[in-house]
């Protein structure tokens, strides 16, 4: 007799309490910015955090006799989804409560975007919004930019839930590669990295004398690669040096963190040996190259200006950060049209960016490659290496499946824009941005406007578009099939 798969609920409620807790954590720093800039919003920034530390508190006490009870992948599907459905859904209260966003579809959308690093927004005078309400549109950004199911792993290390579970299901994991034996170190070395980081960036660009406030908000945005700036022009008003420390470290947070491992490890020839990173800088730079030429012999700018520029705005939109210095859709078409194709593409595995992911085309080329061989030779027996090593069928059959899945739901989400009133172009580059965690889009949403004018219909399917590409689509989809719910 067949046993019943039974979801742990009451282990997924206590999960989803400790969450709330670390973000009820993060919101009292709004109200220390409200306080330090002599806002008037000091009340309802503590009230955002009391609403938020409550319920989180009332499910972790509730249900703490779980906390040791162990998950299923089943479990770990559905907590990772609810996790970050609720840190989105709390995340507006501080936007509701301070009345900087007012609606709430609104203010969803912001804090949506925020979480999961897309940086889109609805938002047409950044500038008017309260310190306090910039602080935490970039601090979403730091939170989720890493994972908060990995920062609840690296938190909380004697709890016996599932956690190889969890964080695969939150990171999607392609390759395995184990620069550490234990996930818990992995969660907590990535953390290290993700703060050394930060805080690198910080001192350069106060370094380059961007206010500190401005230096951390556009931090935490770029480690995260998310976006959120808090000028309303982006980066285009900033000096030549803070567009390429920005620049650099948005081609430093889309790198694989593994490869950061790799070299505490001082293991540097696994590092230069690395597919995926060889490949995700070739592109890059080529690309970047390309661009600087059409630039420069169109006369759209002089040599440096064209550099800096194509660097900026094609590592912007690879590594899926979506901060700009220009409007690159009125550049020629060629300049356009290939910072569009790297929307394809896509950071590296393993790392804040988002996107199909580097490894993903790394794969897929390599099994185009032995099909078109075993076309020519019948009798070869061929297989996917990947770094030397051998790349199951099973890693390989899911990569295809996931790439066309990725662009069957940007394709859904597509055709729901355009139902609810949107033009293709439009719907097309929001559809696609949103699932990559990009920022800006296509049409009225590129880099010269915003999402206010998206139908509310719209903005949801974008929220959902959004979550599910941040959770890289498997974990979001199995909960609408048969088989999850048997």
């Known amino acids: 007799m067949k046993r019943k798969a039974v979801i742990n609920l ?9 969450v709330l807790l670390i973000e009820s954590f993060f919101m009292t720093f709004n109200t220390l910015v409200s306080f ?42 559905l907590v990772v989804t609810l996790s970050w459905v609720t840190i989105s859904i709390f995340g507006t209260l501080p936007y509701l409560f301070t009345g900087a966003i007012p609606s709430f579809t609104n203010a969803l959308f912001e804090s949506v975007s925020g979480f999961t690093t897309t940086g889109s927004s609805i ?44 964080f695969n299901a939150e990171a999607s994991v392609v390759v395995e590669e184990k620069a550490f034996p234990r996930i818990l170190d992995v969660a907590r070395n990535l953390w290290a990295i993700y703060f050394f980081l930060t805080l690198s960036e910080i001192i350069l660009l106060c370094i380059g004398g961007m206010d500190l406030f401005d230096s951390i908000c556009h931090s935490f945005a770029t480690v995260a690669t998310g976006g959120f700036s808090t000028k309303n022009n982006s980066i285009a008003g900033y000096s030549p040096y803070i567009q390429y420390i920005i620049a650099i470290f948005m081609i430093l947070s889309a790198t694989n963190f593994n490869i ?21 800088l070739f592109i890059l730079f080529s690309v970047v190259l390309v661009v600087t ?20 705005n094609v590592a912007s939109l690879m590594t899926a950060t979506g901060f700009a210095t220009a409007n690159y859709l009125k550049w020629p078409a060629l300049a356009w049209m290939l910072i569009v194709f790297v929307m394809f593409i896509g950071a590296s595995s393993g790392s804040t960016g988002g996107g199909v992911k580097v490894i993903r085309y790394v794969i897929l080329g390599k099994k185009l490659k032995n099909t078109f061989r075993e076309a020519l030779h019948p009798n070869l027996v061929s297989s996917v290496r990947y770094n030397g090593h051998p790349v199951g069928d099973d890693v390989v059959s899911k990569t295809l499946i996931f790439i066309i899945l990725y662009f069957v739901v940007v394709l859904t989400g597509m055709f729901i824009l355009i139902a609810s009133g949107v033009d293709p172009a439009t719907a097309f580059g929001s559809a696609l941005t949103a699932m990559g965690g990009m ?9 010269a406007g915003n999402f206010s004018s998206i139908p509310i219909i719209g903005k949801y399917t974008l929220d959902a578009l959004m979550i599910t590409g941040r959770l890289e689509i498997f974990s979001v989809l199995i909960l609408f099939t048969k088989d999850f719910w048997r």
Do not use: C
């Not at 009451?10 to 400790?18: A, D, K």
């Not at 950061?260 to 995700?280: A, D, G, M, P």
């Not at 700018?301 to 660097?311: K, V």
């Open 260 to 280: 950061y491992l790799l070299i505490i490890k001082k293991k540097f020839s696994s590092v230069f040996k690395n597919e995926e990173w060889r490949t995700y």
């Open 293 to 312: 030429v059409v630039l420069y012999i169109n006369k759209v700018y002089p040599l440096e200006p064209a550099f800096r520029h194509a660097l900026f």
């Open 36 to 77: 330090l800039y002599k806002e008037p919003y000091i009340k309802a920034n503590f009230l955002a955090f009391l609403v938020t530390f409550i319920s989180g508190l009332i499910l972790y006490l509730i249900n703490q006799s779980h906390k040791h009870s162990s998950f299923s992948r089943k479990d770990s599907f």
């Open 439 to 447: 920022g800006p889009g296509l049409g009225v949403t590129g880099p």
């Open 10 to 18: 009451r282990g997924i409620f206590y999960v989803l309490g400790v």
């Open 123 to 166: 938002l047409t005078n950044i500038e008017a919004l309260p310190h306090s309400a910039l602080f935490w549109r970039s601090e979403t950004h730091w939170i989720g930019g890493m994972g908060i199911i990995v920062l609840f792993i690296a938190l909380f290390p004697t709890m016996r839930v599932g956690k190889i579970y969890l």
